[in-house]
């Protein structure tokens, strides 16, 4: 096992396979965290390992209409921490993901198209 101390500046060490350019692991930096440790077993199986703290963390989400809607209208208050996890949940598991939606949300919508049809 190898030790490495973490900057305290950066909260992200990548670790990459220098000849693939594949990531190989993300870690993220708790508050106590001063030491990242790496296994062996890992650096035996990609010899050509880099470690880099200068990456941006960035997201690109490709989901469909329906399920934008149901985000829109949910009370979820963090789309990647707290709804995302939870529809891929919901849909691996086949429930359903109309009680995502909040009701109050609902009621707000429906009055917004209401008042869009008076015009």
């Not at 693939?20 to 870690?27: G, L, V």
């Not at 470690?51 to 979820?76: F, G, P, T």
Request: aromatic letters at 8%; a positive charge; proline letters at 2%.
């Amino acid at each position: 096992m190898f030790i490495i101390y973490w900057k305290s500046s950066l909260n992200m060490v990548i670790t990459v396979d220098q000849s693939t350019n594949a990531i190989i692991s993300i870690r993220i930096k708790a508050n106590s965290d001063k030491y990242l440790l790496l296994k062996q077993n890992i650096l035996a199986k990609y010899p050509r390992t880099i470690i880099r703290q200068d990456l941006v963390d960035a997201h690109l989400y490709l989901i469909k209409k329906s399920c934008l809607d149901i985000a829109i209208r949910s009370n979820s208050s963090s789309f990647r921490k707290k709804f995302l996890p939870e529809i891929i949940q919901r849909i691996a598991t086949g429930q359903s993901l109309e009680d995502l939606i909040s009701t109050s949300a609902n009621v707000t919508m429906m009055m917004r198209q209401k008042d869009l049809f008076l015009f």
